[in-house]
């Protein structure tokens, strides 16, 4: 079955780094594009950015841009997400998701990991 | 780039249908036919339920529908059931001259009365 899980997530002080894994079973991760998705508490979601299927380009959402970076092993079926100058608005749940280009849409969602941005 | 706007809440009583706009400016919802829409339950990941504007993918029941006219998309609930209460969000892609990014609209919870 198709899986996505995250991992990575906690609790780190305003200006901290945190970096967030995704691991990718039961599906050819190396042939899509990724995306991560974000979810503070009580809100709606939030596009964080993506990544090109083979590394090649990624995309941030304007209020992480500078900050994140998303990053691929394709070796190892893994996404990451490192986080710098973290502050309270990015506390969230934190998802990855398999961008299938044909549906174009987002087919799988992992079940999320929890980032607290607190002092 | 600014979210799509979807009304925040939205009810209708069992076995009635009850309709979710998500409204964008061209550029988004209305120049690129990606409007997808996902369903999200308390505390779980957000499912997909409609892609490419209207299509359903399999396993979703043929009681959720939507369409798209102009920069406006929407999802249909018919027939509703007390497992449709929940959230729904829709997302659609932008592409500007050399730029990539996909949002969402705010989300709309829907309540069966």
């Known amino acids: 079955q198709v899986h996505l899980v995250e991992s990575g997530g906690g609790v780190v002080q305003p200006g901290g780094s945190l970096r967030l894994s995704c691991a990718a079973s039961a599906f050819n991760f190396a042939g899509h594009g990724m995306h991560w998705v974000r979810q503070a508490p009580g809100k709606g979601l939030d596009w964080v950015g993506l990544i090109r299927y083979d590394g090649t380009e990624t995309y941030y959402g304007d209020s992480v841009r500078g900050r994140f970076t998303i990053s691929r092993d394709n070796s190892r079926n893994t996404l990451f997400l490192q986080m710098n100058g973290l502050g309270v608005d990015d506390t969230a749940v934190y998802y990855c998701t398999k961008y299938d280009g044909t549906l174009r849409a987002f087919d799988i969602w992992g079940k999320g990991t929890l980032v607290t941005v607190s002092s | 780039q600014s979210a799509l706007t979807q009304p925040p809440s939205a009810s209708g009583s069992p076995g009635q249908s009850v309709t979710i706009s998500c409204t964008g400016i061209?550029?988004?919802?209305?120049?690129?036919?990606?409007v997808s829409w996902y369903q999200q339950h308390p505390g779980k990941a957000p499912k997909l339920i409609i892609y490419d504007n209207t299509k359903r993918p399999s396993g979703v029941p043929d009681r959720f529908s939507a369409s798209k006219s102009g920069n406006t998309a929407s999802l249909t609930v018919s027939g509703l059931q007390a497992e449709d209460e929940t959230d729904y969000y829709c997302?659609?892609?932008?592409?500007?001259?050399?730029?990539?990014?996909?949002?969402f609209g705010g989300g709309t919870r829907l309540t069966v009365l």
């Open positions: 061209s550029g988004d919802v209305g120049v690129y036919n990606y």
């Open positions: 997302a659609s892609y932008i592409a500007t001259n050399n730029w990539v990014s996909w949002v």
